[in-house]
């Protein structure tokens, strides 16, 4: 197998500010983005400073950027996640909208497929690299180029590609990273899809697959030692048993071995958890929930280096994943409000974890923000907050949980998660049913599991409706 020029990179694991220097790729268009968008290279120095957490790496006080000399953005000494997620990509680093050419304060949405060139110079300074132009809309959108140095700027990312669905940024991202020779290490426990994706698909292009258990590390490091792993692909938390996994030892484990390490951290949000500072190479999301927040927008995204995200480009570009301007405007707007809409999801869901805990109809609990789950330590060491999705077993059969589920008031019976609307549902029911008890327990479902993914109502609200409805087992 022809190695991965990152993986001959990454073989003996680097310090992280040495990581973020992978090279870029010497792809043209790059180099005629930031040589054009001075506020961009601004905002990345920041990012990257909040990322080391250091003080000598802080940009000045006050950092006037001359924006081709209309305006001048003035950049706060230490952006926090609230800030970059109203600011980034917008005020901070104007790129995208100086080609829009608008003083509009609201990102425009453009809506052109294709952008136009002055005179036959013009589009030769473009092939030249002298000019900036997104030139078609499967490649690039001013829109989607906002929402991508956003989104970077909250996973103190080089560079993100916004894509159609997390589906396709996670096939996107296989296919660019695996070759045929390939080998995808992943855990029992990854997004249903995804796990089938790597399973059968990738089988059927001479990609090797091994499945492991989260938390087993001797196995990671026994397939780590006894073949050339390309990849590890990892959710955490996952769904439904919200398990964390610790992506800074298995960061270890597979960069000395010269494997990537990509995570899905969709049920963390880039507010909870940012992987890429723990040492993964990559991380996406399926943006249809925290980020855009709404249960309104199928989307999904991708960060990583410049270099790894030039290669997944590629082939998205082929695969034709774009996302719609209309799409990535709701999903800029909806990352707006996302730091204050996690915090709401992840006192709601940390409170009512804890209150079922010690509820007599309840089993069992599973949240990490819990100290007496397995995964808290671990959880506590990388994430900031646990998210919104709680699942719990009642003391009940399949027939008594549904009487429950049945019996609640606020939230929605649906699946998805991530959005301002409660929903529940019981994956015995909404995943498994008709499947058989052994398929059950092998993905560790029980008929009386319920899962909850908490939204932004009021607290006590939600506390009394699932009170009312214990009482209707
Ligand atoms: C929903 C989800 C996906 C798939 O994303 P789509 O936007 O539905 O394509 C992938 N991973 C996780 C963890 C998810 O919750």
């Keep these: 197998m022809a190695p991965l020029s990152t993986t001959t990179l990454l073989k003996t694991p680097l310090p992280r500010h040495q990581r973020r220097l992978l090279q870029p790729l010497s792809s043209p268009k790059h180099k005629r983005v930031t040589a054009l968008c001075p506020a961009t290279e601004l905002l990345q120095e920041l990012v990257v400073a909040a990322a080391a957490g250091d003080d000598a790496h802080q940009p000045p006080e006050k950092h006037k950027v001359q924006d081709d000399g209309a305006h001048a953005t003035a950049v706060p000494r230490r952006a926090s996640d609230e800030t970059l997620a109203v600011h980034a990509g917008e005020k901070l680093g104007k790129c995208a909208t100086?080609?829009?050419?608008?003083?509009?304060?609201?990102?425009?949405?453009?809506?052109?497929?294709?952008?136009?060139?002055?005179?036959?110079?013009?589009?030769?300074?473009?092939?030249?690299g002298r000019r900036h132009s997104f030139e078609y809309g499967r490649y690039s959108n001013p829109t989607v180029k906002v929402l991508e140095d956003k989104i970077?700027?909250?996973?103190?990312?080089?560079?993100?590609?916004?894509?159609?669905?997390?589906?396709?940024?996670?096939?996107?991202?296989?296919?660019?990273?695996?070759?045929?020779?390939?080998?995808?290490?992943?855990?029992?426990?990854?997004?249903?899809?995804?796990?089938?994706?790597?399973?059968?698909?990738?089988?059927?292009?001479?990609?090797?697959?091994?499945?492991?258990?989260?938390?087993?590390?001797?196995?990671?490091?026994?397939?780590?030692?006894?073949?050339?792993?390309?990849?590890?692909?990892?959710?955490?938390?996952?769904?439904?048993?919200?398990?964390?996994?610790?992506?800074?030892?298995?960061?270890?484990?597979?960069?000395?071995?010269?494997?990537?390490?990509?995570?899905?951290?969709?049920?963390?949000?880039?507010?909870?958890?940012?992987?890429?500072?723990?040492?993964?190479?990559?991380?996406?999301?399926?943006?249809?929930?925290?980020?855009?927040?709404?249960?309104?927008?199928?989307?999904?995204?991708?960060?990583?280096?410049?270099?790894?995200?030039s290669k997944i480009r590629a082939w998205h570009h082929d695969l034709g994943g774009a996302i719609n301007p209309n799409a990535a405007y709701m999903i800029i707007r909806g990352l707006k409000t996302m730091a204050l809409r996690v915090e709401a999801h992840n006192r709601t869901a940390l409170d009512m974890a804890r209150l079922l805990e010690g509820h007599p109809k309840i089993e069992r609990v599973h949240y990490p923000g819990l100290e007496s789950n397995p995964w808290h330590k671990v959880a506590k060491s990388q994430m900031t907050g646990y998210g919104g999705v709680v699942s719990f077993e009642v003391k009940s059969d399949l027939r008594g949980t549904m009487r429950f589920v049945d019996a609640l008031e606020i939230p929605f019976i649906a699946t998805s998660l991530g959005g301002c609307e409660s929903l529940v549902q019981q994956p015995a029911v909404m995943s498994f049913w008709g499947k058989s008890d052994e398929e059950k327990a092998k993905s560790g479902i029980k008929d009386s599991m319920v899962r909850f993914s908490f939204g932004i109502e009021k607290f006590e609200d939600l506390r009394d409706d699932i009170l009312q409805a214990l009482e209707k087992i």
Excluded at 227 to 240: C, G, H, K, R, W
Excluded at 257 to 279: E, F, M, R, W, Y
Aim: net charge negative.
């Design 98 to 128: 100086d080609v829009v050419g608008t003083d509009s304060i609201a990102t425009p949405i453009v809506s052109g497929t294709t952008h136009w060139f002055k005179s036959s110079e013009d589009l030769v300074a473009f092939k030249e």
């Design 152 to 309: 970077s700027a909250l996973e103190r990312a080089e560079a993100t590609l916004v894509t159609s669905s997390g589906m396709n940024a996670i096939v996107a991202t296989l296919l660019a990273l695996v070759p045929p020779g390939g080998h995808v290490v992943t855990t029992t426990d990854c997004y249903s899809e995804a796990r089938a994706f790597i399973g059968d698909r990738l089988s059927k292009m001479g990609i090797r697959s091994t499945f492991i258990d989260l938390d087993d590390m001797e196995s990671l490091e026994a397939v780590l030692d006894q073949s050339n792993v390309t990849l590890f692909y990892a959710d955490s938390p996952t769904n439904p048993l919200l398990k964390c996994l610790d992506i800074r030892r298995v960061a270890e484990l597979c960069h000395r071995k010269g494997a990537l390490v990509c995570i899905d951290s969709t049920l963390a949000s880039p507010i909870n958890q940012k992987p890429l500072t723990l040492g993964a190479d990559v991380v996406l999301h399926s943006a249809t929930k925290y980020m855009a927040g709404h249960h309104d927008v199928i989307a999904g995204c991708v960060s990583s280096s410049e270099a790894l995200i």
